[in-house]
C-alpha cells in the first residue's frame, strides 16, 4: 500500500515539473515579457500559413495577418497586413520604427509584401 502512495507522489511532482516548464517556456509567455521589457519579439508558426504571428516592439504588440500565394518557383506567403493590436500605444513611434520592424518580418517572409492597416498605413504614406 505504502508503494502506491509513494508511486502517485512521484508521478504528481514530475507532471508538476513538467507544468512548470511547460509555463516557463511557453512561446506566449515570452512575448508578454518582451512587450513589458520593451524589446523585439517576434512570436510566429511558420509551418501554418493560417494563423497570425505576434510580434512586439517598444512595449507595442502587432498582429501581422499572412497570405498564401504563388511566387516564380514556389507557393509561399506573398502579402502581410499588420497593425498593432491597440492604436493609442503606438505614442512615441517614428517612421524608423515602422522601417525596423519591417526588416524584421522580411527575414522570416522575404518575399511577401508588407501593407499596413490603419492609421500606421496613412502616418507612413502622408509625407512620401
Keep these: 500500500m505504502i508503494w502506491v ?8 511532482i514530475i507532471f508538476i ?12 509567455r515570452k512575448l508578454e515579457l518582451a512587450r513589458e521589457q ?6 510566429d508558426d511558420a509551418d501554418n500559413v493560417r494563423k497570425n504571428f505576434l510580434l512586439t516592439h517598444k512595449g507595442v504588440i502587432f498582429e501581422g495577418e499572412k497570405y498564401l500565394g ?3 518557383d514556389t507557393f509561399d506567403v ?7 493590436q491597440h492604436v493609442m500605444s ?3 513611434f517614428v517612421r524608423e520604427d515602422f522601417q525596423e520592424i519591417e526588416q524584421k518580418i522580411h527575414e522570416h517572409y522575404p518575399k511577401a509584401i508588407i501593407d499596413w492597416k ?3 498605413k496613412e ?3 502622408s509625407a512620401k
Excluded: D, E, M, W
Design 123 to 125: 502616418f507612413l504614406y
Design 38 to 43: 520593451q524589446k523585439f519579439y517576434f512570436y
Design 78 to 84: 506573398v502579402t502581410i497586413s499588420i497593425g498593432p
Design 118 to 120: 490603419s492609421p500606421v
Design 70 to 72: 504563388a511566387t516564380k
Design 17 to 28: 515539473i513538467y507544468r512548470i516548464l511547460v509555463f516557463l517556456f511557453h512561446p506566449r
Design 5 to 12: 502512495i509513494r508511486l502517485v507522489l512521484l508521478v504528481l
Design 90 to 92: 503606438l505614442k512615441g
